[in-house]
C-alpha cells in the first residue's frame, strides 16, 4: 500500500492552543480518516469523510477531504492534555485496506 | 458499537517459537480482517489481508510461511508468528471490516517481544 505523506511529524504545544495537521497523497481517495492512538493501543478513529469538500466536526475536532480527494486536514481548537497522542492520517478506497499517514506526534503541556 | 477484541495484548517469547495472535469481531461479522505491525514510533503497515474461508493475500515483503494467518470464520481471524526472531519484535493490530456497513474496526493491538 502506499503511504501518505503526513505533516507536522510533532508538535509541542501549550494547553489552549489550536492545532493543525495534514495529509497529502499522489493518488485519489474516496475515504479519508483520522485516527488517534495511545501507547500501546490499537488506533481510535476520530472522524470519518467521505465526499471531497466535506468539512466535519467531532467536538473540539474538525476534518476536511480535499476537492481533489488527495489531501485532507485536521484540526484541533482548544487543545487540552488528553489530546496528548498520535494522530493518523488514512486513506481509503473501497474493498481495500488503510493506507496511513506517518503519524504526527502532539505534545500538550498545562 | 462493533468491538474487535485481540489477543494477547503483549506476549514474551524466546526465539525459535510461535506464536498465535487471535483477532475477534465480538458482536458483527467481519467479511475481512487486516494485519498491521507496527515498529516503534512508526506509522502501521499492512502486513496482510485475509477473507474468510480463503488464502490471505500477503503484502510485498511479507514471508507468508513465517506470517500464517487463518481466517476460519466471519468472526476470527488468527496471525502465527513462526520461529520468531527478535527482528519480528513488534506492535501487531488487526483490523475487522464490518460485513453489514463496511466499516473498519481496529484491535487493541499485541505488543511481540522475542528474546
Known amino acids: 500500500g502506499q503511504q501518505l505523506n503526513q505533516s507536522p511529524q510533532s508538535m509541542f504545544i501549550q494547553e489552549g492552543e489550536d492545532v493543525s495537521m495534514n495529509c497529502t497523497s499522489s493518488s485519489i481517495f474516496n475515504t479519508w480518516l483520522w485516527y488517534k492512538q495511545d501507547p500501546g493501543e490499537g488506533p481510535v478513529l476520530l472522524i470519518a469523510?467521505?465526499?471531497?469538500?466535506e468539512l466535519t466536526s467531532n467536538g473540539r475536532l474538525t476534518a476536511q477531504f480535499g476537492i481533489t480527494r488527495k489531501d485532507s486536514f485536521l484540526n484541533i481548537s482548544a487543545s487540552i492534555p488528553s489530546d496528548v497522542g498520535i494522530y493518523f492520517c488514512a486513506g481509503l478506497n473501497s474493498g481495500y485496506a488503510l493506507n496511513f499517514g506517518k503519524g504526527t506526534s502532539l505534545l500538550v503541556t498545562p | 458499537g462493533a468491538v474487535v477484541s485481540q489477543h494477547p495484548s503483549w506476549v514474551i517469547c524466546k526465539s525459535g517459537t510461535s506464536v498465535k495472535i487471535e483477532c475477534r469481531s465480538l458482536d458483527f461479522q467481519a467479511t475481512t480482517m487486516f494485519w498491521y505491525r507496527q515498529f516503534p514510533k512508526q506509522s502501521l503497515m499492512l502486513m496482510a489481508t485475509?477473507?474468510?474461508?480463503?488464502?490471505?493475500?500477503?503484502e510485498q515483503g511479507v514471508e507468508k510461511d513465517k506470517f500464517l494467518i487463518n481466517h476460519a470464520s466471519l468472526t476470527l481471524s488468527t496471525l502465527t508468528v513462526t520461529s520468531a526472531h527478535p527482528e519480528d519484535s513488534s506492535f501487531y493490530i488487526c483490523s475487522a471490516r464490518h460485513r453489514s456497513n463496511e466499516k473498519l474496526f481496529f484491535g487493541s493491538g499485541t505488543q511481540l517481544s522475542v528474546l
Open positions: 485475509s477473507n474468510e474461508g480463503s488464502k490471505a493475500t500477503y
Open positions: 469523510l467521505y465526499k471531497a469538500g
